[in-house]
């Protein structure tokens, strides 16, 4: 009886948090007919926070799920703890595409990389970015050489070369391609990094675009045409000022330059057409929640807005 009821009890929740997801989204008529095994694809922000060390906001990462398969969009700090939070697989990820090499969009690569062996993973991880990734990547495993070493001769046995990482440097197109599945990389301008991506994943007949560290990229807005939801890094236009540091006078430049206000996003959304704006990775400058979606609301666009927080779903 208490295990019956323990079924029933996760049925209810599975289905209360698909129902929460499709309003949350604003979606209409994509509900399965009932009894139908149609999986949805949905994305999870694992981490919506900066450089800063924030408990409420882990780094920079973004999970999109479809069925058992899990991709994954940077590895800033805390992504495999935020992975296990949001019950997603702890064994790596079918593919990871990064979208450039900040470090806090990378500083959970190492986590990730040796975590997931620890925790079963037997085959190389595929992982996906910009020039410089592979010496990035080469270097960690270098940089842990000892304890591959030590896990795999000593008495821990762990499976031999699961830690192992197949990495691949790409260029603007389509990245990804497999069992329904498409990842296009669209190239951004994020200040002096010669190489940055956004992401468009089109999965299970949904469509995401992650806009990456990005200045208002007219090829971002190109790609975006249409998406169901467009997670996008913002900063609130009307806070933006120089700041009384050494080298503040260079603020507004720098912003400018690596970043999109709330009011270019919303621009931006509105050009594009899409069906829902998430905004994360956000410079607050002590701007509120409400700011930034008034600013979005000034760039002119009329649908939904959320200012993400960790593991809300879409
Ligand atoms: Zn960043
Ligand atoms: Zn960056």
Known sequence: MTALRAVIGVTVLCWTTYATAQSTAGAKGRQPAVGAQVPRA?????????????PEASGPATAVVLGDRLFLFDAGPGVMRQ?????????????VFVTHLHSD?????????????VMGRQKP????????????????????????????????????GGWKVKVREIAAGVVYDSGGVRVTAIPVDHGD?????????????RSFVISGDTRSSAALRAAARGADVLVHEAYPELRLAPEDRPGGENWPAYMKAFHTSDVEVGALAAAAGVKQVVLHHLVRMKGTDEELIAGVRR???KGPVVVGKDLQRF
């Open 42 to 54: 949905e994305l999870v922000l694992l981490g919506t926070g900066m450089p800063r060390p924030n």
């Open 83 to 95: 992975l296990a939070a949001a019950g997603l697989s702890i064994k790596g990820a079918t593919a």
């Open 105 to 117: 969009h990378t500083l959970g690569l190492p986590d990730l990389i040796f975590t997931s062996w």
């Open 125 to 160: 991880m595929a992982v996906y970015g910009p020039h410089g990734l592979r010496a990035m990547t080469d270097h960690i495993t270098a940089a842990w050489r000892e304890d591959i070493t030590i896990r795999t001769d000593g008495l821990e046995r762990e499976v031999v």
């Open 193 to 205: 990094w010669k190489e940055a991506y956004g992401y468009r994943i089109d999965a299970g007949g």
């Open 299 to 301: 760039g002119g666009f």
